[in-house]
């Protein structure tokens, strides 16, 4: 029953902007501290951005840093990442993570693919 729904990826230019989504049903969305991970072939998965259970504070990756934001809106249970000015190193998976503010309960989703070629 526990869910997490990434969407929004896909094929563009670098340069260009992408918006992801993952909607989560399940669990208690405002209790859990949400992230973004990535993920290319090859290479192991990393931390892009992370967002606390409230909204109010976000950490990212160096290479995303002035690029890409992360949001919420716990209202809808969904978590968003922004991508702007896109680069080719930025292809890979990306996947939600669910981790409880003050338990080990963590959850995953299946990822969205984001391609990045001219």
């Known amino acids: 029953q526990v869910q997490l729904v990434e969407r929004g990826g896909g094929l563009v230019q670098p340069g260009r902007s992408l918006r992801l989504s993952c909607e989560a049903s399940?669990?208690?969305?405002?209790?859990?501290?949400m992230s973004w991970y990535r993920q290319a072939p090859g290479k192991e998965r990393e931390l892009v951005a992370k967002?606390?259970?409230?909204?109010?504070?976000?950490t990212y990756a160096e290479s995303v840093k002035g690029r890409f934001s992360i949001s919420r809106d716990n209202a809808k249970n969904t978590v968003y990442l922004q991508m702007n000015s896109l680069k080719p190193e930025d292809t890979a998976v990306y996947y939600c993570?669910?981790?409880?503010?003050?338990?080990?309960?963590?959850?995953w989703g299946q990822g969205t693919q984001v391609t990045v070629s001219s």
């Open positions: 399940g669990f208690t969305f405002s209790r859990y501290v």
């Open positions: 993570n669910a981790v409880h503010t003050s338990w080990d309960w963590n959850y």
């Open positions: 967002i606390t259970s409230d909204g109010g504070r976000t």
